[in-house]
């Protein structure tokens, strides 16, 4: 089955505790890209990546990093984790960056307190 | 800049009465125009799309017409279900562009029995 898979679904942590959000693609997609969802904002991109070793920053950057070793992993790193950064985080793919649709995983939701 | 416009939330219906949910966009270029839909505890799944103007999206009953002159894109089902119940996002992406979908605010539709 076609899919994005994140992991964990839920986390909790405190203040300065370095995570990292797991992401994988099965439909071989160049695209990646992570967003936050928070209420009142829709979604909003943090990072995106067009293919192997090529990321950049989205409109969210701030307090996050990633990294594309490999074409269906893309990870999101959260160094030294803040409460501003408690929210709904997605991880999406597509086949290119023209109009495919983009296909979601089923978030995770990360408690900083 | 670009911009996504939903009319606020949540919207209660009745079942099987008609939905319209306005969205309206601001683009440089030419964008193509989306409507996801996200149940509770899921990621967003793609609903319909229009990729030119006056391109009507369809799917599970919901219609959208790409409308260039009003630059809007309102969604609409004739009759709503129960099952029908969820957050809509409306998102447009531009083909010139890193190919970040930009997202509304959502609008969440309560459909009572």
């Known amino acids: 089955e076609a899919q994005v898979t994140q992991n964990p679904r839920y986390l909790i942590t405190v203040t300065g505790k370095k995570l990292t959000v797991t992401c994988s693609q099965n439909?071989?997609?160049?695209?990646m890209s992570w967003y936050r969802q928070d209420p009142g904002l829709g979604l909003r991109q943090i990072y995106y990546?067009?293919?192997?070793?090529?990321?950049d920053k989205g409109d969210v950057p701030e307090g996050y990093k990633v990294s594309r070793k490999e074409k269906r992993n893309f990870p999101l790193i959260l160094e030294s984790p803040s409460p501003n950064q408690t929210s709904l985080y997605f991880c999406?793919?597509?086949?290119?960056?023209?109009?495919?649709?983009?296909?979601f995983g089923n978030g995770t939701r990360l408690t900083v307190t | 800049g670009n911009s996504v416009t939903q009319m606020e939330g949540p919207v209660t219906l009745s079942e099987e009465a008609f939905l319209t949910i306005n969205c309206t966009y601001t683009?440089?270029?030419?964008?193509?125009l989306f409507w996801y839909v996200q149940y509770p505890g899921e990621g967003l799944q793609l609903l319909l799309k229009?990729?030119?103007?006056?391109d009507k999206g369809s799917n599970k009953g919901f219609e959208a017409t790409y409308r260039k002159e009003t630059t809007s894109f309102h969604l609409e089902k004739g009759s709503v279900q129960v099952s029908d119940s969820a957050v809509y996002f409306c998102?447009?992406?531009?083909?010139?562009?890193?190919?970040?979908?930009?997202f509304g605010q959502g609008t969440t539709l309560q459909v009572k029995p």
């Open positions: 998102a447009l992406t531009l083909s010139s562009n890193t190919g970040k979908l930009i």
């Open positions: 229009a990729t030119k103007a006056d």
């Open positions: 439909m071989n997609h160049e695209y």
């Open positions: 999406a793919s597509k086949a290119d960056r023209r109009n495919s649709p983009l296909h």
């Open positions: 990546s067009m293919n192997v070793e090529v990321t």
């Open positions: 683009a440089t270029g030419y964008p193509s």
